[in-house]
């Protein structure tokens, strides 16, 4: 196959034309390699030269000569583009079985998929390499399928005995618990079990769980298809199935029988049944996926089970222990147990981030959060020489054409090991562009130098403030929220249709508009600034209003709705905290620490409002007796 630099030599192309993406897409999907050809001509020290090239090869990706792949890679080494085409050069690498180049550039990629990771295991099995083999192992532990390219890899390691029967049994267990009953009736099959699993009884099981009931208790097989059917019964009942374990339990061995209290009580935590930490308590610590091991520490808290929450952070393996979660209830466990001399210096070791826990511990130990002593302003001087960089170059002229989603890989990648001083003078050329996503992207990354007004920018504050004002709400809250919605991107559109600013949901903006008596309401409104934050801060105002003025459930209803906000209060008041910690939703846990976050360093920007975290979090009612009338 003629190279690039051939083909193009054969082409009488304009010099230096401006590269149109949409076209070059086009021509990309229409697999027209001419004209591909033409525009990497034309575009030849341009900043987006290599976006024609990278397309016109990936076209041929099949029959791509391996001279053409490395040119490509050699002249635009360190580039995100450079990145992804040697991830899809692996991919090709691995289904030609070109072990020998495979394992010369993997080592070059930076974030391997699990795919290219088991690929890099084939090669080598091949090369006689016995640490990539090796290195695989833990993926087989998983609940999920695992791609086509890991099944030689777990085939060698069970041949080499690397991967034994227990394993093999664990395995399947964590695939029941999540109800993958294809991929377990296939696994079943390597320990032998016959009939015993196999993917018609789980189907059956899946639905009518306890016709199965109870199973054969002297069996490997029969035990872990009542386990099956232990998790499908708590995902409904958990009572149900604590009942149906202890009327069995006896004819199990002890950890079979452990395990079975733990999944019904993991289940139940998800569901904030009142017995799940007891349940849990019954339960051993083994053979638990992370997310589960997690449930059970938040079951802890919200029974107010300081023993055991200590108990369970303790038994994580260690990774999972330095999560800055585990580190702070680790922390309060041993304060709460009346060991604060040996928890203030955790605490301390925590307090010195401006993160969610860091906050909680900083004023554990007393302090509210101050503004940093310094604030740095990047000089004009590293300003202009952010706007020089190539990445910032091309990110620059990929915004013109509004291709957002490449531009911000390429802002994003040009970050990669900038020092304070250059991330912030890029967080201000981000700004003065109107790049408000990216100027937070690159002042967050920042680690002894901090600007607040870069990481918490206030764009559009006349209209802010005073929308807020006319609702009652606190302004430092609604930026909280904004920022973590939109990041203040305008146009900015989700997966599920919410837009704008406060990425209102098309049935919550009509059902606003109706209330503050818009006529004539189109959904393209909500592209409007003023529009969307004076339909936003309304819904916003409402569900505060109907959930006890409580900031942290409104946040909470705003992400997934007021029913699910209030389903989630506790039998009696609750640490606010505590209640954020066991929002079931990971997403929406994650959305209600950052809001609540970024609230109180908005108050400090804007001069305004509780800087205190705890204050602003409060205390969360106990649930009402009737649940009230949901909101859109």
């Keep these: 196959m003629k190279t690039l630099c051939l083909l193009l030599a054969c082409l009488a192309l304009p ?51 391996e001279a053409d792949a490395r040119d490509f890679l050699a002249r635009y080494a360190d580039t995100v583009l450079a990145e992804r085409f040697r991830a899809e050069w692996l991919k090709e690498l691995g289904r030609r079985q070109n072990w020998a180049s495979y394992a010369a550039e993997y080592p070059r990629l930076e974030n391997p998929t699990t795919e290219l990771q088991c690929l890099n295991a084939q090669a080598g099995l ?57 991929l377990a009736a296939a ?21 009518q769980p306890e016709k199965g009931w109870p199973q054969a208790a002297d069996s490997r097989a029969g035990r872990e298809t009542a386990l099956y059917i232990l998790t499908r019964v708590a995902r409904t009942a958990p009572e149900r199935a604590a009942q149906l374990l202890a009327e069995e339990e006896t004819r199990w061995p002890e950890a079979d029988r452990h395990y079975g209290w ?32 997690a449930w059970s520490i938040r079951a802890g808290l919200r029974a107010g089970d300081w023993k055991g929450v200590l108990e369970r952070i ?3 393996p260690e990774q999972e222990r330095q999560d800055s979660a585990w580190r702070y209830w680790r922390a309060r466990a041993i304060r709460e147990l009346g060991r604060a001399t040996e928890a203030n210096p955790l605490l301390a070791n925590l307090a010195s981030g401006n993160d969610f826990y860091s906050l909680l511990a900083r004023e554990d ?128 559109k989700s997966s599920v249709g919410a837009s704008g600013l406060m990425q209102l949901m098309p049935a919550t903006a009509k059902w606003i508009a109706g209330k503050l008596g818009i006529k004539r309401f189109n959904q393209n409104d909500t592209r409007d600034i003023r529009t969307n934050v004076t339909l936003g801060s309304r819904y916003l105002q409402v569900i505060w209003n109907g959930l006890n003025e409580s900031q942290v459930m409104a946040s909470a209803a705003y992400n997934a709705g007021p029913s699910r906000a209030r389903a989630w209060q506790a039998a ?15 997403e929406t846990r994650d959305y209600v620490k950052k809001v609540m976050t970024n609230a109180v360093h908005y108050s400090q920007v804007l001069g305004t409002g509780q800087t205190s975290l705890k204050a602003r979090l409060g205390k969360i009612p106990a649930k009402p007796g009737n649940g009230g009338t949901d909101i859109p």
């Excluded at 139940?268 to 339960?283: D, T, V, Y």
């Excluded at 680690?447 to 709400?473: C, F, M, T, W």
């Excluded at 009696?572 to 990971?586: H, V």
């Design 15 to 65: 010099a230096h034309a401006r590269l149109d993406l949409n076209a070059m897409l086009e021509a990309s999907r229409s697999h027209n390699l001419p004209q591909l050809a033409r525009m990497s001509e034309a575009t030849l020290g341009e900043p987006l030269e290599m976006y024609p090239r990278y397309h016109w090869l990936t076209a041929q990706m099949t029959t791509l000569a």
């Design 365 to 492: 130990l007393g302090t509210v959060l101050e503004p940093p002593a310094v604030q740095y302003q990047a000089s004009e001087d590293e300003i202009r020489l952010v706007q020089l960089w190539p990445a910032v170059k091309r990110a620059q002229a990929l915004f013109q054409q509004n291709w957002r989603t490449e531009a911000v890989r390429e802002w994003n990648w040009a970050m990669r090991g900038q020092s304070d001083q250059m991330l912030l003078a890029a967080a201000e050329f981000a700004r003065r562009q109107g790049w408000y996503d990216r100027a937070i992207f690159s002042a967050d990354r920042t680690r002894q130098l901090h600007n607040l007004s870069l990481r918490y920018p206030v764009p559009y504050r006349d209209i802010v403030e005073k929308q807020a004002a006319s609702e009652g709400l606190d302004p430092a809250w609604v930026y909280g929220l904004m920022r973590q919605e939109s990041r203040f991107i305008v146009e900015a």
């Design 187 to 207: 696994i079943a099959t390597q320990v032998d079990t016959g009939a015993a699993i196999n993917a018609k009884q789980l189907a059956q099981l899946r639905t």
């Design 126 to 182: 091949a090369l006689g390499d016995e640490k990539s083999l090796s290195a695989v192992r833990p993926l087989w532990f998983s609940g999920q399928g695992q791609p086509q390219a890991c099944g030689p890899v777990f085939e060698a390691l069970q041949a080499q005995g690397k991967l034994g029967t227990e394993d093999v049994w664990q395995r399947l267990r964590l695939v029941l618990f999540n109800d993958n009953i294809d």
């Design 314 to 316: 303790d038994a994580l």
């Design 572 to 586: 009696q008041p609750l640490d606010a905290a505590i209640y954020i910690e066991n929002i079931p939703f990971s």
């Design 262 to 293: 733990r999944l019904i009580g993991v289940l139940a935590a998800k569901k904030h049944h009142p017995q799940a930490n007891s349940w849990l308590a019954r339960g051993g610590r083994e053979g638990m996926d992370a997310e589960s091991r």
